[in-house]
Protein backbone atom coordinates (compact mmCIF):
# COMPACT_ATOMS: atom_id res chain seq x y z
CA UNK A 1 0.00 0.00 0.00
CA UNK A 2 2.95 2.19 0.11
CA UNK A 3 3.19 2.70 3.96
CA UNK A 4 5.96 3.38 5.90
CA UNK A 5 7.47 0.75 8.27
CA UNK A 6 5.47 2.90 10.91
CA UNK A 7 1.87 2.85 9.74
CA UNK A 8 1.96 -0.72 8.80
CA UNK A 9 3.40 -1.72 12.38
CA UNK A 10 0.06 0.80 13.50
CA UNK A 11 -2.45 -0.39 11.30
CA UNK A 12 -1.31 -4.25 12.32
CA UNK A 13 -1.91 -3.62 15.99
CA UNK A 14 -5.20 -1.94 15.13
CA UNK A 15 -6.22 -4.68 12.72
CA UNK A 16 -5.80 -7.82 15.54
CA UNK A 17 -7.31 -5.39 18.38
CA UNK A 18 -10.10 -5.16 15.96
CA UNK A 19 -10.29 -8.75 14.87
CA UNK A 20 -9.74 -10.18 18.50
CA UNK A 21 -12.82 -7.74 19.64
CA UNK A 22 -15.05 -9.59 17.05
CA UNK A 23 -14.38 -13.16 18.23
CA UNK A 24 -14.84 -11.61 21.69
CA UNK A 25 -17.74 -10.35 21.25
CA UNK A 26 -19.20 -13.27 18.80
CA UNK A 27 -18.25 -15.43 21.78
CA UNK A 28 -20.45 -14.01 24.47
CA UNK A 29 -23.01 -13.09 22.37
CA UNK A 30 -22.51 -16.80 20.98
CA UNK A 31 -23.00 -15.36 17.29
CA UNK A 32 -21.06 -15.76 14.36
CA UNK A 33 -17.91 -13.70 13.90
CA UNK A 34 -18.69 -10.51 11.94
CA UNK A 35 -15.02 -11.29 10.33
CA UNK A 36 -14.54 -14.27 8.53
CA UNK A 37 -11.61 -16.18 7.78
CA UNK A 38 -10.13 -15.79 4.18
CA UNK A 39 -10.68 -12.45 4.14
CA UNK A 40 -7.82 -10.41 5.01
CA UNK A 41 -4.52 -10.78 4.63
CA UNK A 42 -2.87 -9.29 7.45
CA UNK A 43 0.34 -10.37 9.28
CA UNK A 44 0.15 -10.30 13.14
CA UNK A 45 2.63 -6.95 15.06
CA UNK A 46 6.18 -7.24 15.27
CA UNK A 47 7.46 -8.27 18.49
CA UNK A 48 9.26 -5.22 18.72
CA UNK A 49 9.42 -2.52 21.90
CA UNK A 50 7.50 0.98 20.49
CA UNK A 51 11.14 2.63 20.52
CA UNK A 52 12.48 0.46 18.02
CA UNK A 53 9.99 1.89 15.62
CA UNK A 54 9.00 5.82 14.72
CA UNK A 55 7.19 8.28 12.04
CA UNK A 56 11.15 8.52 10.85
CA UNK A 57 11.84 4.49 10.13
CA UNK A 58 12.52 3.72 6.37
CA UNK A 59 12.76 -0.01 6.97
CA UNK A 60 11.21 -2.51 9.34
CA UNK A 61 13.26 -3.14 12.61
CA UNK A 62 14.34 -7.02 12.81
CA UNK A 63 12.21 -8.75 15.73
CA UNK A 64 13.58 -9.07 19.29
CA UNK A 65 14.19 -12.61 20.40
CA UNK A 66 13.00 -11.66 23.94
CA UNK A 67 10.31 -10.10 25.82
CA UNK A 68 9.09 -6.65 24.60
CA UNK A 69 6.71 -3.99 24.47
CA UNK A 70 4.50 -6.21 22.00
CA UNK A 71 4.85 -9.62 23.38
CA UNK A 72 1.90 -9.79 25.20
CA UNK A 73 -0.50 -8.46 22.44
CA UNK A 74 1.15 -10.65 20.36
CA UNK A 75 0.35 -13.58 22.08
CA UNK A 76 -3.29 -12.18 22.88
CA UNK A 77 -3.69 -12.42 18.92
CA UNK A 78 -2.22 -15.84 18.43
CA UNK A 79 -4.04 -16.79 21.68
CA UNK A 80 -7.28 -15.93 19.89
CA UNK A 81 -6.44 -17.19 16.61
CA UNK A 82 -6.00 -20.45 18.02
CA UNK A 83 -9.51 -20.09 19.69
CA UNK A 84 -10.65 -19.20 16.99
CA UNK A 85 -9.57 -22.29 15.19
CA UNK A 86 -10.52 -24.38 17.64
CA UNK A 87 -13.94 -23.30 17.85
CA UNK A 88 -14.43 -23.53 13.98
CA UNK A 89 -12.74 -27.10 13.72
CA UNK A 90 -15.53 -28.50 16.37
CA UNK A 91 -18.10 -26.65 14.81
CA UNK A 92 -16.62 -28.05 10.91
CA UNK A 93 -16.31 -31.83 13.20
CA UNK A 94 -19.26 -33.97 12.56
CA UNK A 95 -18.46 -34.83 8.93
CA UNK A 96 -14.96 -35.79 10.17
CA UNK A 97 -15.57 -38.29 12.63
CA UNK A 98 -15.38 -41.90 12.38
CA UNK A 99 -17.63 -44.13 14.68
CA UNK A 100 -16.08 -43.65 17.87
CA UNK A 101 -15.70 -39.89 17.19
CA UNK A 102 -12.36 -39.79 17.94
CA UNK A 103 -10.21 -38.72 14.37
CA UNK A 104 -10.73 -35.10 14.27
CA UNK A 105 -10.33 -34.85 18.33
CA UNK A 106 -7.01 -36.66 17.80
CA UNK A 107 -6.00 -34.29 14.85
CA UNK A 108 -6.87 -31.52 16.92
CA UNK A 109 -4.68 -32.44 19.87
CA UNK A 110 -1.96 -33.22 17.45
CA UNK A 111 -2.15 -29.82 16.63
CA UNK A 112 -2.51 -28.42 19.87
CA UNK A 113 0.14 -30.09 20.88
CA UNK A 114 2.32 -28.84 17.75
CA UNK A 115 1.36 -24.78 18.76
CA UNK A 116 1.74 -25.17 22.65
CA UNK A 117 5.56 -26.35 21.61
CA UNK A 118 5.69 -23.22 19.53
CA UNK A 119 4.49 -21.01 22.16
CA UNK A 120 6.62 -22.63 24.82
CA UNK A 121 10.01 -21.88 22.50
CA UNK A 122 8.54 -18.65 20.95
CA UNK A 123 7.26 -16.84 24.10
CA UNK A 124 7.42 -18.79 27.23
CA UNK A 125 10.88 -19.37 27.24
CA UNK A 126 11.01 -15.03 26.93
CA UNK A 127 9.39 -14.84 30.43
CA UNK A 128 11.07 -14.21 33.47
CA UNK A 129 8.55 -14.88 36.03
CA UNK A 130 10.72 -12.58 39.01
CA UNK A 131 8.75 -9.63 36.68
CA UNK A 132 5.06 -9.20 37.42
CA UNK A 133 4.11 -8.74 33.78
CA UNK A 134 5.87 -11.54 32.84
CA UNK A 135 4.47 -14.05 34.85
CA UNK A 136 0.80 -12.26 33.89
CA UNK A 137 1.77 -13.03 30.70
CA UNK A 138 3.01 -16.61 31.46
CA UNK A 139 0.12 -17.32 33.17
CA UNK A 140 -2.21 -16.09 30.43
CA UNK A 141 -0.49 -18.36 27.73
CA UNK A 142 -0.97 -21.63 30.37
CA UNK A 143 -4.14 -20.78 31.22
CA UNK A 144 -5.87 -20.15 27.46
CA UNK A 145 -3.71 -23.39 26.21
CA UNK A 146 -5.45 -24.95 29.38
CA UNK A 147 -8.87 -23.49 28.06
CA UNK A 148 -8.37 -24.78 24.75
CA UNK A 149 -7.68 -28.32 25.72
CA UNK A 150 -10.89 -28.58 27.41
CA UNK A 151 -12.61 -26.95 24.26
CA UNK A 152 -11.08 -29.90 21.82
CA UNK A 153 -12.18 -32.49 24.45
CA UNK A 154 -15.74 -31.50 24.00
CA UNK A 155 -18.88 -33.39 23.27
CA UNK A 156 -19.70 -33.11 19.91
CA UNK A 157 -22.99 -31.07 19.75
CA UNK A 158 -22.16 -28.72 22.80
CA UNK A 159 -23.98 -26.00 22.19
CA UNK A 160 -21.99 -22.57 22.01
CA UNK A 161 -24.05 -20.75 25.31
CA UNK A 162 -22.14 -24.18 27.07
CA UNK A 163 -19.11 -23.28 25.47
CA UNK A 164 -18.85 -19.86 26.71
CA UNK A 165 -19.62 -20.41 29.85
CA UNK A 166 -16.01 -22.73 30.16
Not at 91 to 111: F, I, P, Q, T, W
Not at 125 to 151: F, Y
Request: one cysteine or more; aromatic letters at 8%; a neutral charge.
Amino acid sequence: LGLSPFETEVRRRLWWAIYSLDCQSSEFRAIGTQIKEGTYDTKLPLNIHDSDISLESSSFPGERSRFTDMTFGLIRCEMTVLHRKLHSDLRCSSSNYDEGGSLNAVKRLHGLKEIHNRLQRQYLGLCDVSIPLQWVTATVIRLALARSWLIAHLPEGMSAAEQVSL
